[in-house]
């Protein structure tokens, strides 16, 4: 168990539809990534939040927006959803950063979302 | 072209067998990290490294900077080592992840 909690689990939905993925990092963590996983594109990075504000940004649809709330859990919205977003949707966080840019990423459980 | 390319793709081996999966990365990097993704779909991180060579019991990683190369060698391998083994780069000084494909591999007894 890495600490970081996804809800839900599995997401099943319809074209068009509008959906909000949830993600609570581990204790301390003020580090939140939101990765997409899909079969013909493998992992992509979609967006990065630390302590409440946006600090880089993938391969992210405009259709698809996030935000890191005070008490640093983090949400990914979806909306006009197309077949094509069916994927397997990781959150990660990590330590806050001192000195260096990167520190070991802990990922979520993932939330499946199939699109129909 | 990937900016980061694992090779296997596809890895069979029969229980107790030494294996290495290979990383190269085309970009500069300040940190090089070994995940492995189980079939029920979860992450975990396996090793962090920016230089040299790390060990977890019968997992090592190694990473030669100016080769721009990384491997992941299992010793004694066994079922439960089954899994997808995914190479990523913190690329230039960034803090996301780019990822290689993965490589899938299968211990049989």
């Known amino acids: 168990d890495s600490g970081v909690t996804q809800t839900p689990k599995h997401l099943i939905t319809a074209t068009g539809q509008r959906v909000t993925l949830r993600c609570s990092p581990r204790?301390?963590?003020?580090?939140v990534y939101w990765y997409q996983q899909s079969l013909d594109q493998g992992l992509q990075f979609l967006i990065q939040y630390y302590n409440g504000e946006e600090r880089a940004k993938g391969n992210i649809l405009e259709r698809f927006s996030a935000q890191q709330f005070p008490d640093l859990h983090s949400e990914l919205n979806l909306s006009s959803l197309e077949l094509g977003d069916s994927a397997l949707y990781f959150c990660?966080?990590?330590?806050?950063?001192?000195?260096?840019?990167?520190?070991?990423?802990?990922f979520g459980p993932g939330t499946r979302l199939t699109v129909l | 072209k990937n900016e980061v390319e694992q090779s296997p793709q596809n890895l069979t081996a029969q229980e107790g067998e030494f294996i290495t999966i290979n990383c190269s990365y085309s970009?500069?990097?300040?940190?090089l990290h070994w995940l492995q993704q189980h079939p029920g779909g979860g992450i975990v991180s396996l090793f962090m490294?920016?230089?040299g060579k790390k060990k977890h019991g019968r997992l090592i990683a190694t990473i030669n900077i100016q080769e721009k190369h990384s491997s992941l060698h299992i010793t004694a391998s066994h079922p439960r080592d089954s899994a997808v083994y995914i190479c990523a780069v913190n690329p230039g000084t960034a803090s996301k992840l780019t990822f290689g494909t993965g490589t899938r591999l299968q211990v049989t007894l």
């Open positions: 490294l920016s230089s």
């Open positions: 970009v500069g990097i300040s940190a």
């Open positions: 204790s301390g963590d003020l580090s």
């Open positions: 990660a966080s990590s330590e806050p950063l001192s000195g260096s840019s990167y520190n070991e990423q802990f």
